[in-house]
């Protein structure tokens, strides 16, 4: 399916180019389907398109030689899944992509784009600042991984949740499994699953898949008190907006 230009200017990376721009790109490009639970592609696998996510959710993960998966990241609409091996110019893929749900994909050839992207005035600094992005979001992953306990870790992974998906704080799916969040958490499924038991005392509860946020203040301060970057965090700022705008809902 060929992409149209309306399609392109959704996606934050595109979202400001010229009609020129946009007409080339659509000539370029195209929307792909992945299955869920297909591969879009498996570490190893020579890479010969750059993505760019227009709709549903796509892991990121690489394989132990035990066979474990190790999730690096749970990419959504909007997010480019291989910016970082596009930009090194590599020619393998380091990391497997699996559709978590059904998605539709932008693709555009990479020899292709390697030709041309000095063509767009603001496409290579975006693609730069979004790998800026992803390399802080992994050094505070780093950190956390240190600092805080596993019930901390979970409760800050549900409050960005509620915030990337905006969902209803005071209740809302996981929109992902248990094993796939434990698994981008680095944690063991069982742990996850102990973890989440711990957290009514902390103002979360959590009922099959369904999370409730019951006291955002005290969830807050429970995951906020061991992290460097709290007074930055756009996750602390918006839920607690919401909080705020809500009448009678926390202490």
Request: aromatic fraction near 6%; hydrophobic fraction near 40%; charge should be neutral.
């Amino acid at each position: 399916m060929i992409a149209a230009l309306d399609t392109l200017r959704a996606l934050p990376l595109f979202s400001d180019i010229s009609k020129a721009e946009g007409d080339l790109l659509v000539r370029n490009s195209r929307i792909v389907t992945c299955k869920r639970g297909q591969f879009l592609f498996m570490h190893g696998d020579r890479i010969t398109h750059f993505y760019v996510i227009c709709r549903g959710a796509m892991q990121v993960f690489r394989e132990t030689p035990g066979g474990h998966e190790v999730t690096n990241d749970i990419l959504i609409a909007g997010d480019s899944i291989n910016a970082d091996e596009v930009v090194a110019r590599q020619d393998l893929h380091q990391v497997n992509a699996r559709a978590v749900e059904e998605c539709s994909l932008l693709e555009i050839p990479v020899s292709w784009m390697r030709e041309h992207l000095t063509d767009f005035d603001h496409m290579a600094g975006k693609l730069l600042a979004s790998l800026a992005n992803r390399l802080h979001s992994m050094q505070i992953e780093a950190e956390q991984l240190t600092t805080m306990s596993a019930s901390q870790m979970v409760a800050c992974y549900l409050q960005k949740l509620c915030v990337l998906y905006n969902f209803d704080p005071r209740g809302f799916e996981l929109p992902y499994t248990k094993t796939l969040i434990a698994s981008r958490l680095r944690i063991e499924k069982e742990t996850f699953s102990r973890t989440l038991q711990t957290l009514r005392e902390q103002g979360i509860t959590v009922s099959g898949t369904r999370v409730s946020i019951m006291d955002a203040r005290k969830a807050g301060n429970f995951v906020c008190g061991e992290c460097s970057v709290a007074e930055e965090c756009g996750t602390h700022r918006l839920l607690h907006g919401k909080l705020d705008k809500q009448a009678g809902y926390g202490t």
